[in-house]
């Protein structure tokens, strides 16, 4: 095998956001930007040599060419075995089971989620470390610094290799295993659940399903698993076809973007369980007939719940949530005297605590559940937990929720997100809000009363590491809550999300719609960081 060693001068914007490097496919198609970011990154890590890495991505445009790309770079950089999904694709929940079954050394694994695709949208790219999750901040650090000085990169001289074969290829010392996609996470997913229950529910009718795959990497994973395995009708999953360009629409399951199962869900014979994924199979979103279950009160629910599951039979060690999602879980975890502990946006803030074992679930308010069993959230995972729920307790979606709600308390929850604002609109709002923060605390806004006004900041129970700017929170004595975030995961121009959150005791006040019970939350938010104002718009571009 030849080696090449190719000059090349740095590229200024490869920092990593929330997760990963996303940019434009344009951008990524430029000369040597992939090469660079892909040398960088193993620039950073310590005796790659001999190991294996696991690469995969959501099949969105540009992933088999640069698939193609990343093999060269590997193989030139030492990596002894290189695992890849058949097709080049692999939901991130799968690489990271992968990393974590075959002991690889970490993976990389392309995608921009929930993003868009086609030859004008989205790619991304990230890398996962050898406990299979995200790598943490200290690494992508690294990567961008070590991106910034980048002088040259390795590329190996080896033809194009043939994707579609499962197997083994060799080059030299150099091994390529191509592997089914879908069989090793089947394989896990009947160790956690119980499948036999599943088959039961489903074959007698007593659960239907209608699962939406977004045209995205999860079709071919729920094809398998709900309709082959557990017998759910031919059909069941719709847009089942992985494309380049995702059919045109964004793979984001929300009910603005998974139109057509909302509205069967709300529509007229609903099935009795909808649910869809994103891009790259690592989010949920969770319906019954009738009802949308916001992520944040699915999180309190799996863990309220955990112990009816075989795989969490034994009870869970404690439970985590991203910041801004609701306090839903703090409620269930007070009760059944559990850890809770609150993270970052991104999941890459979790692994550790996994990884020490002191929390078993976790979650995120942007459709992100998942558990210990890897070291991502799971799309599929969350659904087959929910089923198994639905099939153990002999409930519909809508009564687990309410039941939920009376035991606890609802926190009404929604966030609005303002899409493609201008960078320095975005930056004036975020230092006008943090400029306020000192004199909020004790100022009453109507019935809202500051209890404390703060950007977030987080210090890792288990490594010490800082996490600084983390978002803007605006606590009121009666438990309410506004949150302001700029989102690092878009590509155009800065996205402001805006967390709402109240939290409501009264079951008989249970039954309201979020907008509505959330006005007056609403309309602070819009007087503390005016970005209607600003920006001359008339609301969000996606309220979830
Ligand atoms: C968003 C979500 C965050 C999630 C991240 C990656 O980040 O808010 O909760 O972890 O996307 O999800 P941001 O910075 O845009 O708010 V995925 O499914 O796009 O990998
Ligand atoms: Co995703």
């Known amino acids: 095998m030849e080696i090449k060693t190719i000059e090349t001068h740095p590229f200024e914007d490869q920092n990593p956001g929330t997760s990963g490097l996303r940019k434009k496919v344009k951008t990524f198609q430029q000369p040597n930007y992939l090469e660079n970011f892909v040398q960088s990154i193993f620039d950073s890590l310590d005796d790659i040599v001999d190991q294996k890495l696991v690469l995969g991505g959501d099949g969105r445009y540009f992933n088999r060419q640069a698939i193609q790309t990343i093999i060269k770079i590997a193989a030139a950089n030492g990596f002894s075995e290189l695992i890849i999904g058949q097709g080049g694709l692999l939901s991130t929940p799968a690489a990271s089971n992968l990393i974590r079954k075959y002991k690889a050394y970490g993976g990389l694994v392309l995608s921009a989620s929930h993003n868009p695709g086609g030859p004008d949208e989205d790619f991304g790219i990230k890398y996962n470390v050898g406990n299979g999750g995200p790598a943490p901040e200290k690494y992508t650090q690294a990567f961008y610094r070590r991106s910034k000085e980048i002088a040259s990169y390795k590329i190996a001289e080896i033809p194009d290799i043939d994707l579609d074969t499962v197997g083994n290829q060799k080059f030299g010392t150099l091994t390529i295993s191509i592997l089914d996609p879908v069989n090793d996470y089947a394989e896990l997913m009947q160790t956690i659940f119980d499948f036999d229950l599943l088959k039961q529910s489903i074959g007698s009718g007593y659960i239907t399903l209608k699962f939406d795959a977004m045209h995205a990497i999860t079709g071919p994973y729920a094809k398998t698993i709900l309709e082959d395995m557990l017998g759910a009708k031919p059909g069941s999953v719709i847009n089942a076809v992985p494309l380049e360009d995702f059919g045109g629409g964004h793979p984001d399951p929300n009910l603005a973007h998974a139109e057509e199962l909302a509205e069967a869900m709300f529509g007229p014979n609903a099935p009795t369980f909808g649910a869809a994924s994103d891009g790259d199979g690592d989010r949920n979103m969770i319906m019954g007939s009738q009802i949308f279950v916001t992520p944040s009160d699915s999180l309190a629910i799996l863990a309220a719940n955990a112990s009816l599951i075989p795989g969490y039979a034994k009870g869970i060690s404690g439970v985590a949530r991203s910041m801004p999602t ?25 692994g550790n605590l996994l990884d020490a074992g002191k929390i078993t679930l976790c ?32 409930q519909s979606v809508a009564d687990i929720v309410t039941e939920h709600w009376q035991r606890f308390g609802r926190d009404i929850y929604a966030r609005h997100d303002y899409e ?18 000192p004199a909020l605390p004790g100022k009453a806004f109507g019935d809202y009363i500051v209890e404390y006004a703060d950007e977030f900041a987080y210090t890792d129970p288990i490594d010490g590491s800082v996490s600084k700017n983390q978002g803007i929170r605006i606590g009121f ?55 209607k104002k600003r920006t001359g718009r008339n609301g969000p571009t996606v309220i979830t």
């Open 326 to 350: 609701s306090q839903a879980v703090d409620r269930v975890a007070a009760q059944l005297n559990l850890p809770c502990f609150e993270t970052p946006t991104g999941w890459k803030f979790f």
């Open 363 to 394: 979650g995120e308010e942007s459709f992100g559940t998942g558990s210990d069993h890897v070291r991502e959230k799971d799309g599929l995972w969350a659904v087959l937990f929910w089923l198994n729920l639905i099939a153990r307790k002999r």
């Open 420 to 437: 493609a604002v201008a960078t320095d609109i975005a930056d004036g709002i975020v230092a006008s809000l943090r400029e306020q923060l």
């Open 477 to 531: 004595e009666n438990g309410s809550r506004i949150v302001f975030r700029l989102s690092g995961t878009g590509t155009v121009g800065a996205t402001l999300r805006i967390y709402l959150e109240r939290y409501e005791p009264d079951s008989n006040l249970h039954d309201q719609d979020a907008q509505s019970a959330l006005a007056p939350l609403i309309e602070l938010a819009e007087q503390f960081c005016e970005i």
